[in-house]
């Protein structure tokens, strides 16, 4: 799958990351602190529920003590067994405070234990209003007390409790918050389903405007075409605005190019002319460094003009097509040499490029075989495989002959301005500069070794493409 058409990947740096991590941790602390005061409040509804159903016991004996004759009474309207059976865990207390001392009277079920009082533990309240609280109770067990004190006089002050164990109230608020929290982990995995939707919807724009930017790239294309959201029209608007500066800037380069060319050649050619009539040392300089001066300007003139061809938007040309072309030309050029040429190439093999340019370096280093070769090229194209999908497919091409080969020294002037290495052969002799500079042009590279038959190895690694689709 192309780079371009691979859905938004999460990694760090990337902004489907950021956008689902600012999500999802502003999720997380916006549910922990709704689950907090949902628990909260939770405990707090819980804990008054519980202490109205106490208090129910509460008003009960304190209106058994307010209308006894007794000093300690037994309350008579208080009829729940839960409170006769032996550490049942609701109990009752009523408390006399005479003065010299605590006097208490309580329900079977503490089993002659008795309760502690609020009012020690530090724990106040209004007068004639329920206290409520926990407190350690008998067999160290958590209780949940409330009291009212009940004043009949000054020798019948009383404190009536009623309690009863906080296991059953902690166990139905363990339940809920149990609930809660798992309420709250499906939300917050709802919403991080959700985000990743909304982020995949919401940046798909921006995948379609990299496979849009793509097709440029690889000549499928002139322009970003389609509808965008408004907040991207801008920026495609300004891309294609940059595209079409791009062309023009390109058709001026080749114009100016054109007309250098055209300026120049004429006064070589009349230097040229004339010093070709005379055969005195001045003319012979002259002569030497016109031709100098023609190659020089055919170099640099050639290095603009390719220059300005690959700054435009690439095409893409196939390969085999060229290369076989190219084979039977060289052949019939050749055909004194009676030269074998072998060519290997695999099917749908493409170049991103100019078609021209694809025949200028591979004409160049054909040509230069054969020129060298005593009976035999051979050209092979191979295809690297790129290391992860994301990388840039690029494609090697090797040629080889069977001639002299070229000295591991001289290789290194491949490349330099205006070098010629094959001296002894017609032409301008800056073939390979040529070639080297193109490839380096295109992002690939330009190679000499040895070959195995025995003559010169020029390898050449460029840029692959996919094949574009049909017209139709």
């Known amino acids: 799958m192309d780079a371009a058409r691979r859905p938004p990947e999460y990694t760090p740096g990337s902004l489907a990351f950021r956008l689902v991590l600012s999500a999802m941790a502003i999720t997380v602390v916006v549910l922990l602190v709704v689950g907090f005061v949902l628990a909260s409040l939770y405990r707090s509804s819980a804990e008054r529920a519980f202490d109205r159903q106490l208090d129910i016991y509460l008003k009960i004996i304190v209106a058994d003590v307010a209308n006894?004759?007794?000093?300690?009474?037994?309350?008579?309207?208080?009829?729940?067994?839960?409170?006769?059976?032996?550490?049942?865990?609701?109990?009752?207390?009523?408390?006399?405070?005479?003065?010299?001392?605590?006097?208490?009277?309580?329900?079977?079920s503490l089993v002659g234990a008795s309760l502690p009082l609020l009012a020690e533990q530090g724990i106040r309240g209004r007068p004639g209003l329920m206290r409520q609280g926990y407190a350690t109770g008998p067999g160290g067990v958590a209780l949940r007390i409330v009291e009212r004190d009940v004043d009949l006089g000054a020798d019948a002050r009383y404190v009536v409790s009623v309690a009863a164990v906080a296991s059953d109230l902690e166990a139905e608020i363990s339940a809920f918050n149990f609930s809660l929290a798992a309420t709250l982990v499906v939300l917050a995995c709802a919403f991080l389903l959700v985000v990743i939707v909304q982020v995949r919807f919401g940046l798909k724009p921006l995948t379609r405007i990299s496979e849009a930017l793509s097709d440029v790239r690889s000549g499928?294309?002139?322009?970003?075409?389609?509808?965008?959201?408004i907040e991207i029209v801008p920026l495609v608007r300004e891309v294609n605005a940059l595209i079409d500066a791009n062309h023009e800037i390109v058709e001026r380069a080749r114009t100016h190019v054109g007309n250098l060319a055209h300026a120049l050649k004429t006064p070589l050619s009349v230097l040229m002319n004339e010093a070709g009539t005379r055969d005195d040392p001045l003319a012979v300089r002259v002569r030497d460094q016109a031709g100098v001066m023609r190659d020089?300007?055919?170099?640099?003139?050639?290095?603009?003009?390719?220059?300005?061809?690959?700054?435009?938007?690439?095409?893409?040309?196939?390969?085999?097509?060229?290369?076989?072309?190219?084979?039977?030309?060289?052949?019939?050029i050749h055909r004194t040499k009676d030269l074998a040429i072998d060519v290997r190439i695999p099917e749908d093999v493409h170049f991103r490029g100019e078609q021209q340019d694809l025949e200028e370096m591979f004409g160049n280093l054909i040509d230069n075989a054969c020129k060298w070769a005593s009976s035999r090229v051979e050209v092979e194209v191979l295809v690297e495989r790129p290391r992860?999908?994301?990388?840039?497919?690029?494609?090697?091409?090797?040629?080889?002959?069977?001639?002299?080969?070229?000295?591991?020294?001289?290789?290194?002037?491949?490349?330099?301005?205006?070098?010629?290495?094959?001296?002894?052969?017609?032409?301008s002799g800056l073939g390979l500069s040529i070639v080297h500079e193109l490839a380096l042009l295109y992002g690939g590279r330009f190679e000499l070794s040895s070959a195995p038959i025995g003559g010169l190895r020029t390898e050449l690694v460029l840029p692959a493409a996919a094949a574009p689709p049909p017209t139709t």
């Open 68 to 108: 006894a004759s007794e000093r300690l009474p037994e309350p008579e309207a208080l009829a729940d067994p839960l409170f006769a059976f032996p550490n049942s865990g609701w109990y009752w207390q009523i408390a006399l405070n005479s003065g010299e001392k605590l006097e208490r009277r309580t329900s079977r």
């Open 388 to 427: 992860t999908p994301g990388d840039r497919v690029y494609f090697h091409v090797s040629i080889d002959d069977d001639g002299p080969g070229l000295d591991p020294a001289r290789r290194v002037d491949v490349g330099r301005r205006g070098r010629r290495l094959d001296e002894s052969k017609p032409g």
């Open 220 to 229: 499928k294309a002139e322009r970003l075409e389609g509808t965008y959201p």
């Open 296 to 332: 020089q300007v055919a170099h640099h003139l050639e290095r603009a003009r390719m220059a300005a061809r690959i700054s435009v938007v690439a095409s893409v040309c196939e390969v085999t097509p060229v290369i076989t072309s190219l084979a039977r030309t060289m052949e019939k």
